[in-house]
Structure formats: structure tokens, C-alpha cells
Nanobody, 130 residues
Framework: QLELEESGGGLVQPGGSLRLSCAASGGTLEDYTIGWFRQAPGRGHEGVACLTFTGGRTFYADSVKGRFTVSKEDAENTVYLQMNSLIPEDTGLYYC???????????????????????RGQGTQVTVSS
């Protein structure tokens, strides 16, 4: 059973950077699409950056384009989310999901609630505040 675990969250000042990791175990991410989502009070959950592990196609929400970069490390079976120029509105619980053979766009635009996904981590908190 594929399991995902996020790490790398924390408290950062506006303008700062963080790199989140989504590490997979129990199986390979090959042919999976990984989505980074965030949940914040009053704003629901939003797909911010998604990537097809085989092929490396990406999709970004407009709110993070130019600031966030999603990437992968095949040997480590891990997907990263580099977040730069962070703003308070980026605050939230960030979690990763995995679905087999989805496009990156389909993943990021998905409106399924977090509990719908078979493969989902517990999340890592990101707080952007001065």
C-alpha cells in the first residue's frame, strides 16, 4: 500500500522560502500524479501544484505561479514543493495526494475532499507571519 508523508513545514516571515517534501513508501510513484493541496480556515482546500511522476508534467494554481515549483527525485521516490516569496495568504495545512494516471491539471482542479483520496499524507503546517 502506497503511503505518503509530508515534511518541511514551519513558520516563515513574508518573503521567505520553504521546501516541502512528499516521500512515498510501500510502492513506487511511477505512473502516479502527485498533487500538493492546502487547506486554510475560511478558504477551503486548493490544489496548488501538481506533477506527473513519469514525464514530469506540471500544473500550478494561478495564486502560486512564478513563486512555487514542484519537482521530483526519482531515486528518492519523493516530490518536492519549493515555495518562494511567501505571503500570509499561503498559510495553511499542506498535504500531498497521489492518483494513478491522472493529468496534472485534473489533479490540481479536483474538488474532491481530502478524505476522498486513497493515498494522502497527514499534512504539514505552513505559517507565513511576521
Amino acid at each position: 500500500q502506497l503511503e505518503l508523508e509530508e515534511s518541511g513545514g514551519g513558520l516563515v516571515q513574508p518573503g521567505g522560502s520553504l521546501r516541502l517534501s512528499c516521500a512515498a513508501s510501500g510502492g513506487t510513484l511511477e505512473d502516479y500524479t502527485i498533487g500538493w493541496f492546502r487547506q486554510a480556515p475560511g478558504r477551503g482546500h486548493e490544489g496548488v501544484a501538481c506533477l506527473t511522476f513519469t514525464g514530469g508534467r506540471t500544473f500550478y494554481a494561478d495564486s502560486v505561479k512564478g513563486r512555487f515549483t514542484v519537482s521530483k527525485e526519482d531515486a528518492e521516490n519523493t516530490v518536492y514543493l519549493q515555495m518562494n516569496s511567501l505571503i500570509p495568504e499561503d498559510t495553511g495545512l499542506y498535504y500531498c495526494t497521489a492518483e494513478f494516471d491522472w493529468t496534472a491539471q485534473k489533479m490540481c482542479l479536483s474538488t474532491h475532499p481530502p478524505e476522498w483520496y486513497d493515498h494522502r499524507g497527514q499534512g504539514t503546517q505552513v505559517t507565513v507571519s511576521s
